[in-house]
Structures are given as structure tokens and as C-alpha cells.
């Protein structure tokens, strides 16, 4: 049997997606599954949410925990070869993500960021997943509150389970 060669990094880089990823497609699953109706990576507003709820004027955008660095997870790690290079890659996709979420606000666009671990939590453990889809219900539905940041569904859960 022929052995394969290792993927460069460039070709492997290359394999993965920005659309349809898995999380998202069970994220949309979800909220079809719970009545909502909603445009895909829709292209009219900044940022191309990867959700648009018009109903709700709501933006949702799921975002892998490497790519949007988020904070304290340990799905987002650094790369150990080419350092300054990624370094630059991440600190522009969090100043874009950061721009395109005060450009929202400024349309009256609630937004809500759904991150790869909390997808991850919600697919291994069903009382976490009906938490977290309540608490995503409430976000969705609420009126847009111009003053508030956007919380991560996965504080309001663990807030509520130290009450």
C-alpha cells in the first residue's frame, strides 16, 4: 500500500470552510427547530452574520474559538511555528469582528455570538443545550437594548447555575 504524504500546512489551511461549517448548520437546525425563520450569511449587512433573524432585527454569528480567539477557552491556541504571522491574523480578525459588531449596534441590529466550545458543550450535554437554547430564545426576543454589550449566552448560563 501506497503511504500518503502530510498535508503542507497551506493545503490544510485550505480545506477548511467559512460557510456551512458543521456548527453552524446545527445551529440553524436548532433554531428551525424552534420556530425561527432566518437568511443565511446574508451579504446586506456588515460582516455577512452568518444567521440574520429579520423578524427579530438579530445578527448571530458563530465563530470557531482558533479563528475569533476567544477568550479563556482552550480550543483557542497558538500556533508555535510562525508566530508574528499569526499573531497579525488574530489581532485583525478581532478588530474586524469588533468593527462590524459597533457597525450593528448602530443599525439597531441586536447581536449574539455563538462560539465553537459552547456548540461543542451543547452537543455532549442535554441539560446544557436547553439551558443555553432558553436563554438564546430570551436574546433573540428581547427588545434591543442600545447600552448592553454583547454576553455571551455561556456567562448567563454559568451565572444562573452559581444562583
Request: some cysteine.
Amino acid at each position: 500500500m501506497k503511504k500518503k504524504k502530510p498535508l503542507t500546512r497551506s493545503q490544510n489551511m485550505a480545506r477548511i470552510k467559512s460557510k456551512n461549517t458543521k456548527p453552524e448548520i446545527y445551529i440553524r437546525k436548532l433554531l428551525y427547530k424552534m420556530g425561527y425563520r432566518y437568511r443565511v450569511n446574508y451579504s446586506r449587512l456588515p460582516g455577512t452574520p452568518d444567521i440574520f433573524i429579520l423578524k427579530y432585527n438579530t445578527a448571530i454569528f458563530v465563530n470557531g474559538c482558533f479563528w475569533h480567539r476567544h477568550e479563556n477557552c482552550k480550543i483557542a491556541t497558538f500556533p508555535k511555528t510562525h508566530a508574528e504571522y499569526w499573531e497579525k491574523k488574530f489581532r485583525r480578525n478581532v478588530e474586524r469582528d469588533i468593527k462590524v459588531r459597533e457597525k450593528l449596534f448602530e443599525m439597531d441590529i441586536s447581536v449574539i455570538t455563538i462560539w465553537e466550545c459552547e456548540i461543542n458543550k451543547m452537543q455532549r450535554n442535554e441539560e446544557y443545550k436547553e439551558k443555553y437554547l432558553k436563554i438564546l430564545k430570551d436574546r433573540i426576543e428581547r427588545v434591543f437594548n442600545y447600552e448592553e454589550e454583547d454576553i455571551s449566552v455561556q456567562m448567563e448560563i454559568a451565572e444562573e447555575s452559581m444562583q
